[in-house]
């Protein structure tokens, strides 16, 4: 029993003394993402560019901000006319984060998406503000260096509405 009753103590002392972990908060519900969101879209991703890479305080790790810019395909929600393009920025988060915080586009995906205005751009409203991939990108690296843009080919299949 003492020896039970010890290990637990351990135990307990082990997981105090680890820190607060950060874990995901729960998605947004539909309804909400698209109550809360500018912009929602099918898009298809024509370029990433990596604008920076900063040092994360807690850990040191390089973290890059990334700008797309992305061809919107059908609007549900929004200002923006069809046939358009519009920036969507995002960022790398530190490894040891715990879930899927960060939203990645890559050239060449077609992807539901639910945005905010951010400035001139726009950014995800939610980490599941993602839905379904219509199609798989082309290009699945995104690049490292500020300056630095990976990209597809525009192929236009109709005219931006005016």
């Avoid at 199609?135 to 490292?144: E, F, Q, R, V």
């Amino acid at each position: 029993m003492r020896r039970a009753l010890t290990t637990a103590g351990l135990f307990v002392l082990i997981m105090v003394g680890a820190g607060p972990a950060l874990a995901v908060p729960p998605p947004m519900s539909d309804a909400d993402l698209l109550a809360k969101s500018d912009l929602v879209a099918l898009v298809r991703v024509l370029s990433v560019t990596c604008i920076s890479v900063s040092k994360d305080e807690r850990t040191g790790e390089p973290l890059r901000n990334y700008s797309a810019n992305v061809e919107l395909v059908e609007v549900i929600k929004g200002d923006e006319a069809k046939g358009s393009d519009v920036t969507v920025t995002f960022h790398e988060l530190p490894k040891q984060i715990v879930g899927p915080w960060s939203v990645f586009y890559y050239p060449g995906e077609v992807v539901w998406t639910h945005l905010v205005k951010d400035g001139d751009a726009y950014t995800t409203t939610w980490w599941n503000s993602r839905g379904e991939v219509v199609h798989k990108a082309i290009i699945t690296h995104l690049p490292t260096k500020p300056g630095e843009t990976v990209a597809i080919p525009r192929v236009r299949t109709e005219q931006p509405a005016q």
